[in-house]
């Protein structure tokens, strides 16, 4: 079984300031780990992912994970955020077949 | 560009109609994906494809039903549309791997009244 874990639904954040979304996640088996961004009234759209290799992933639009494996976490971060990043962030799992998502963080970037 | 498509954006249903939901895409991709996604609740697997004609049932599949006739199109149809179906329905695809990302289309907003 595995499980996704986002913590903060809603973070509200001033535009050019820095802002960490957590992930966290359980599975008894190997995963990949993604986080997708969905924009109003759209679906959602690879942010980036991490299949293997560095922890440091770079990603779309400026924004990076670290995944860290001693504390089952895949949270993502943007140093300088822009109105434009306003949306909600999805952190899911895969193993096999099977993804899971967490419930989401809506990120609101105020002027 | 890849895409995956939606038959509708916005859908409105009457309490016990069939309601044919339709998804395509055009990346030969033999994986594709139904979910529902609920504020609060993130998104919830209804049912996926691995395969033409192959069907396996996700976390929530209790009153509905796939097809998947052909490779491109993957269809959601709810036998008897109730209330607490009222919901946005999101399609994805993706290659064969789980280091693959899905790709979403941009969803169906159904209200069933």
């Known amino acids: 079984a595995q499980s996704v874990t986002q913590l903060d639904s809603q973070v509200p954040v001033f535009e050019e300031a820095p802002v960490e979304l957590r992930c966290n996640y359980s599975s008894s088996v190997s995963v990949y780990l993604f986080w997708y961004v969905q924009y109003p009234n759209q679906g959602l759209q690879l942010l980036l992912k991490y299949l293997s290799g560095s922890t440091l992933v770079k990603g779309i639009n400026g924004f990076e994970a670290e995944f860290n494996k001693s504390q089952t976490s895949f949270h993502l971060r943007k140093p300088s955020v822009h109105i434009s990043d306003t949306a909600e962030y999805f952190c899911a799992v895969r193993s096999y077949q099977k993804v899971t998502f967490g419930t989401g963080t809506k990120l609101q970037v105020i002027p | 560009d890849v895409k995956v498509t939606q038959s509708s954006r916005y859908l409105v249903k009457r309490t016990g109609e069939k309601v044919f939901l339709e998804c395509v895409q055009d990346m030969d991709h033999e994986n594709m994906f139904w979910y529902r996604q609920d504020p609060g609740l993130g998104l919830r697997l209804i049912y996926f494809?691995?395969?033409?004609?192959?069907?396996e049932k996700g976390d929530i599949p209790e009153g509905y039903s796939v097809s998947r006739e052909k490779k491109e199109r993957f269809s959601l149809i709810l036998e008897s549309a109730s209330t607490n179906q009222t919901s946005m329905y999101l399609c994805?695809?993706?290659?064969?791997?789980?280091?693959?990302?899905?790709?979403f289309g941009p969803g169906t907003r159904l209200t069933v009244t």
């Open positions: 994805a695809s993706s290659g064969t791997g789980e280091y693959y990302e899905q790709y």
């Open positions: 494809s691995y395969d033409v004609k192959m069907k």
